[in-house]
């Protein structure tokens, strides 16, 4: 049976273990008492020093595009819009002049993929709903402005990034994204016949 309270308890114990290690007698204490030894700081010195985040810290999301810019993973198929809870996301299909979806490698395209960073929650939902793994993430923080018009709605050549800048900070994540892609590719891919077997019509 769990006790009520434990939390706030603990919590009060990193909160005494910090405070004591901002000063050389605390510190010395912490020592004796056989806690992890620590050099007293709690903070750094931004922006000469950059604190290194956790693989899974998320802020902005961006468009992952494999190779090339052109073949983007994105088919506008709005899910992401319709499931974002602050509405910042505004998605345009390309169309042709009959008004018919245009189509590259195989896939439809966003003719305009809009985010409003300035309203953005960071809550990953459009990740989570997107069934083609077409938005991610990012971990950059450093996105402060001075307009938020002009500035802040990030269109889709602000959004693209590559699916090995993916991989670059998020590696965990990415390696069980392109699993998972793996395993859609060979499940679209035609099979082929065996030896003596004849190829279905």
Not at 31 to 39: G, I, K, M, N, W
Not at 41 to 58: A, G, I, N, S
Not at 163 to 192: G, H, W
Request: proline share 8%.
């Amino acid at each position: 049976m769990a006790l009520i309270g434990t939390g706030v308890l603990k919590g009060m114990g990193v909160t005494l273990k910090t405070f004591l290690g901002t000063y050389p007698w605390g510190r010395a204490l912490l020592r004796v008492l056989r806690f992890p030894p620590s050099d007293g700081l709690v903070t750094v010195q931004y922006p000469d020093v950059k604190q290194q985040h956790h693989e899974r810290f998320r802020y902005f999301p961006f468009l992952v595009y494999d190779g090339t810019p052109e073949n983007l993973r994105c088919v506008a198929c709005k899910i992401c819009e319709q499931e974002c809870p602050p509405q910042c996301i505004h998605i345009v299909m390309e169309k042709d002049a009959q008004g018919r979806p245009v189509k590259a490698h195989g896939r439809t395209l966003p003719k305009q993929f809009d985010i409003d960073m300035s309203i953005c929650m960071s809550c990953r939902i459009c990740v989570d709903v997107c069934p083609f793994d077409a938005i991610e993430m990012d971990n950059q923080y450093e996105l402060s402005a001075s307009e938020r018009f002009e500035h802040m709605i990030f269109d889709k050549q602000k959004l693209l990034k590559s699916a090995d800048y993916f991989q670059s900070i998020k590696p965990t994540e990415a390696a069980v994204v392109d699993q998972r892609l793996s395993a859609k590719a060979a499940k679209a891919a035609p099979s082929k016949p065996t030896e003596g077997q004849r190829p279905t019509p």
